[in-house]
């Protein structure tokens, strides 16, 4: 029972990603044929304007339309009450009137304009080039020439001569698109392109380099990362080596690095020397006199640093003065 609803769930998806990945294919064809001399009215992908026409009026039809051959004697029909707005637009008329003509079908009407417009049920359909918001299926664009509005041509009919001027004049094509606004006047010459161009999106393309553009990114966040690391690790050896040579060179403040001849007993060496001279030393005194506040590696021995002073000659002299007096003795060193 589990297994059989879990299989289900599976199909069930696998449906729906069928269809998103594979959509339904649309149809828009046209059996009309235009005869030789007419090449000039295709547009950028090469397409009649009786197959340019099925696509103008398949964007309001679900992208599903054929534009059939026209039999002698007979003419398109004219918008009704439930046309829609492509089948109103300039570029409807314009290449409708056009598949007559190329296709060289005998007492074929050329429909003026006025008559034309007058079957749509909404005027702003039939004031601008192509409806505002729609796009075309397909790859396909609109011929430049076919962007005219209606009342520009002669008596307000599709003139096949002026159209053709026009074309001499631009030969582009353009691509509706979604942002571009059409009422009101037929789209400038700087907006239409020349080139084939595809509405439809590459989907790899777009995935590729969405793909490629997200792993460049990552390798420069992980290269900033990377140096920023060896930034802070640098900046930290540094500060260690002049912490530690502070700390080798520098002695602490009311402290004495005592080592073991700095123990050594000082008061042998001092006595001797000084004793020569009648002075009593004490050891704080000694202490001090041998100490040195600066910093040293090592103590030499007191002992024997001090040369013997020189032997004091106490044998007198005596001198007499001018008057015979006898003076005192002068010890001579």
């Not at 339309?65 to 004697?73: A, E, I, R, T």
């Not at 999106?201 to 380099?209: F, H, K, N, S």
């Not at 002075?279 to 030499?300: I, L, N």
């Amino acid at each position: 029972m589990v297994s059989s609803r879990f299989v289900s769930i599976i199909l069930y998806i696998s449906t729906i990603l069928a269809i998103q990945v594979h959509p339904v294919k649309r149809n828009v064809v046209s059996s009309a044929q235009c005869i030789d001399g007419y090449s000039w009215m295709n547009n950028a992908q090469g397409n009649s304007p009786c197959l340019t026409v099925a696509y103008v009026e398949a964007a309001c039809a679900g992208n599903n339309y054929d534009q059939p051959v026209l039999n002698s004697g007979s003419s398109y029909n004219l918008p009704i009450a439930n046309s829609t707005e492509c089948y109103c637009s300039w570029s409807s008329y314009n290449l409708m009137m056009a598949c007559t003509l190329c296709q060289n079908t005998n007492n074929s009407a050329v429909w003026e304009w006025p008559q034309w417009a007058s079957g749509c049920s909404n005027v702003s359909w039939t004031q601008e080039y192509f409806p505002s918001g729609m796009v075309l299926a397909g790859d396909a664009s609109i011929p430049y020439w076919a962007t005219t509005n209606p009342t520009t041509w002669t008596y307000a009919t599709f003139n096949i001569l002026q159209a053709n001027a026009t074309f001499q004049q631009n030969s582009s094509s353009i691509t509706p698109s979604i942002s571009s606004s059409s009422s009101g006047s037929s789209p400038s010459p700087s907006s239409s392109s020349s080139s084939p161009s595809s509405s439809s999106p590459d989907v790899g393309a777009i995935v590729g380099g969405t793909i490629g553009g997200v792993a460049a990114l990552l390798f420069l966040i992980i290269g900033a990362y990377l140096l920023y690391r060896r930034h802070v690790y640098r900046k930290g050896v540094h500060a260690s080596v002049i912490n530690q040579q502070g700390m080798a060179f520098m002695p602490l403040s009311g402290t004495h690095n005592r080592i073991p001849s700095d123990t050594f007993n000082f008061a042998p060496s001092m006595s001797g020397p000084l004793g020569l001279f009648g002075q009593s030393v004490s050891p704080s005194q000694q202490y001090e006199t041998a100490y040195s506040p600066q910093p040293q590696t090592t103590y030499p021995s007191m002992q024997g640093s001090f040369s013997p002073l020189p032997q004091t000659d106490t044998s007198l002299y005596t001198t007499h003065t001018s008057n015979g007096q006898r003076s005192d003795a002068i010890p001579m060193v």
